[in-house]
Nanobody, 126 residues
Framework: QVQLVESGGGLVQAGGSRRLSCTAS????????MGWFRQAPGKEREFVAA?????????VYADSVKGRFTISRDNAKKTAYLQMNSLKPEDTAIYYC??????????????????WGQGTQVTVSS
């Protein structure tokens, strides 16, 4: 059974940090590009960050999180991470991880991703 499970969400004060994890099962993790998306109340889902599955480890970030968030992965643990620093109240959202078979370029559109986790809530208080 293919599954992505996020963890690490919670309540954090503005300026604080949080690390989200996304653990995969039932797939060859290293063959997949991994992405993080988020959806705030009343807003559409938006891209946050993505990382390639194979050797290059290339990454891409949304402008809104560039310099504050870092995406990484540990293929041996079948886990992708999103380290979030300098959090702001506007970062409050449900965060989802997603996966798609490795492609030459990293996709930022949610429709490009085939597999999704259930999401984890991150709330940043001011």
């Amino acid at each position: 059974q293919v599954q992505l499970v996020e963890s690490g969400g919670g309540l954090v004060q503005a300026g604080g940090s949080r690390r989200l994890s996304c653990t995969a099962s039932g797939l060859t993790f290293s063959s997949y590009n991994m992405g993080w998306f988020r959806q705030a109340p009343g807003k559409e889902r938006e891209f946050v960050a993505a990382i390639k599955g194979r050797s290059s480890g290339s990454t891409v970030y949304a402008d809104s999180v560039k310099g504050r968030f870092t995406i990484s992965r540990d293929n041996a643990k079948k886990t992708a991470y999103l380290q979030m620093n300098s959090l702001k109240p506007e970062d409050t959202a449900i965060y989802y991880c997603a996966a798609v078979l490795d492609t030459p370029s990293l996709a930022v559109g949610g429709r490009k991703y085939d597999l999704w986790g259930q999401g984890t809530q991150v709330t940043v208080s001011s």
